[in-house]
């Protein structure tokens, strides 16, 4: 199995700046063999995609919404990814939730297509 951990929510102002870390382990966890990915859920919305990374962490993807303000990235030697996050906005209020699933690629935008899922983190953007 593998667990994933989230960290580093909070409240901060629009503008501010939050960095969401996801720690990964697991016996079956083999980091250059796992995509991984960020989710939201907002109250009273669907899970929606955010960003994903490809195994060796070369190539991103980010939601329309996001891009040029958030940036994944990860650490295989630590098993954990990171989503920067830059100039939030109240709309960026939601559950952030890491997720991963065996894969090379990048390429996997919907939740439906992962495996293994975080516990999540509170991200409150104050206007």
């Known amino acids: 199995q593998v667990q994933l951990v989230e960290s580093g929510g909070g409240l901060v102002q629009a503008g501010g700046s939050l960095r969401l870390s996801c720690a990964a382990s697991?016996?079956?966890?083999?980091?250059?063999?796992?995509?991984m990915g960020w989710f939201r859920q907002a109250p009273g919305k669907e899970r929606e995609f955010v960003a994903t990374?490809?195994?060796?962490?070369?190539?991103?993807y980010y939601a329309d919404s996001v891009k040029g303000r958030f940036a994944i990235s990860r650490d295989n030697a630590k098993n954990t990814v990171y989503l920067q996050m830059n100039s939030l906005k109240p709309e960026d209020t939601a559950v952030y939730y890491c997720?991963?699933?065996?894969?090379?690629?990048?390429?996997?935008?919907?939740?439906?297509?992962?495996?293994?899922w975080g516990q999540g983190t509170q991200v409150t953007v104050s206007s």
């Open positions: 997720a991963a699933r065996p894969g090379f690629s990048g390429r996997y935008y919907g939740s439906d297509e992962y495996n293994y």
């Open positions: 697991g016996r079956t966890f083999s980091p250059y063999a796992m995509a």
């Open positions: 990374i490809d195994s060796n962490g070369g190539n991103t």
